[in-house]
């Protein structure tokens, strides 16, 4: 289990690897800089904010400075730092040692850490309750569905897994908020201070954000207990003189969770980091809405730095996954 658990780690460093080259090409595939503003800015003004960032360097290899360094210190290994003294370079080495850099946006007032442990914990929470109630709607819906097949209780949740399935979450939570503020009364923006700790605040955008989880789950789960319940092994147990409740619960339902729990750690990253939406139609101050920000002010290090960060949550999500296969079916354990 441990050399599993070492392997999937190390499998992550070329895929960080790999996210971080992309996200940094397409972002210089944008025009305009973090810098670049409404009212004009004096070049020298611009090209000291440059220089300060390290903005001013080559954006891939500094092939200059390893030339340089090589004709002074004749040592090829000792210039290839050189080399990677580029944009790039630069912060991929930081990164490494745990230095996210300094946010543009703040003039470097801030680091992208401290951003991240400011909003990620709100965002952290508005998933972790869109999961509980994706799971606490989703899961009895897909048995009920598949237990009660061709029924009402069938069609129920079929009608509520697609609607969940086919309504874009902007649009289902600007109807929320509609509803609230024309129905009901209620100011469904809150001020930011509300969302430091858990409060009623964030039951109307969990909602809205586990809706498609919510539906993928009914559906899975009704045809995982469909295709179980008819295994020849369930005739059996039924032959045997079992109980339905015997059946269904040490059986049916045990055998049905692997394709649900496969699923979950995805699930799970995908909420806590898939809320820009929600959060920015709610005015949740998550690092969903950081995020959003951040690519409107072209603020380099923080979309890099958010980016890491959510790729790192997706990956360890799925190691999570593979982990917790052993404890629902003995067999892979075993194997």
């Known amino acids: 289990m441990i ?6 780690v190390l499998a992550m460093i070329p895929v960080l690897f790999l996210v971080a080259l992309i ?23 611009i090209a000291l904010l440059n220089r300060k960032f390290g903005l001013d360097k080559p954006a891939w290899l500094n092939s200059a400075e390893f030339n340089n360094r090589l004709s002074a210190e004749g040592n090829p290994f000792s210039a290839l730092r050189g080399l990677l003294d580029s944009q790039f370079g630069n912060y991929m080495i930081n990164a490494v040692q745990g230095d996210l850099g300094p946010t543009y946006a703040s003039k470097g007032t801030e680091t992208v850490q401290d951003k991240i442990k400011e909003t990620f914990p709100i965002s952290l929470r508005l998933g972790m309750i869109s999961l509980a109630f994706a799971l ?14 061709n029924t009402i209780f069938d069609y129920f949740s079929l009608i509520i897994s697609t609607i969940g399935f086919s309504v874009p979450t902007f649009v289902t939570g600007l109807l929320l908020l509609l509803v609230m503020s ?8 809150k001020d930011p201070s509300v969302w430091e700790g858990f409060s009623s ?21 009704r045809s995982s207990v469909l295709e179980v319940k008819r295994q020849d092994y369930i005739r059996t147990a039924r032959a045997k003189g079992l109980g339905d409740r015997v059946v269904i619960l040490r059986h049916i339902l045990r055998n049905s969770l692997i394709p649900v729990i496969t699923i979950l750690g995805p699930a799970v990253a995908g909420l806590v980091t898939g809320s820009f939406i929600i ?27 958010s980016t890491l960060f959510f790729s790192l949550l997706v990956a360890l999500g799925n190691i999570m996954v593979d982990l917790s ?8 354990r075993n194997s």
Not at 136 to 149: D, E, N, S
Not at 182 to 189: N, Q, R, T
Not at 279 to 305: H, L
């Open 325 to 332: 296969y052993g404890l629902i079916d003995p067999r892979i």
């Open 3 to 8: 050399g599993f658990i070492i392997r999937r």
């Open 201 to 221: 605040s964030y039951i109307p955008p969990a909602i809205i954000l586990g809706l498609g989880t919510m539906a993928y789950i009914t559906r899975l789960t």
């Open 136 to 149: 606490l709607v989703g899961f009895p819906l897909g048995i009920l569905g598949a237990l009660r097949q």
């Open 182 to 189: 024309k129905v009901f009364g209620v100011a469904p923006i």
């Open 279 to 305: 959060e920015s139609v709610f005015r949740v101050p998550g690092i969903g809405s950081e995020f959003i920000g951040a690519i409107g002010s072209r603020d380099y290090s923080m979309i890099m730095g």
């Open 23 to 45: 996200t940094f090409f397409m972002m210089k595939q944008a025009k305009g800089g973090p810098f670049d503003q409404e009212k004009e800015v004096a070049p020298s003004t």
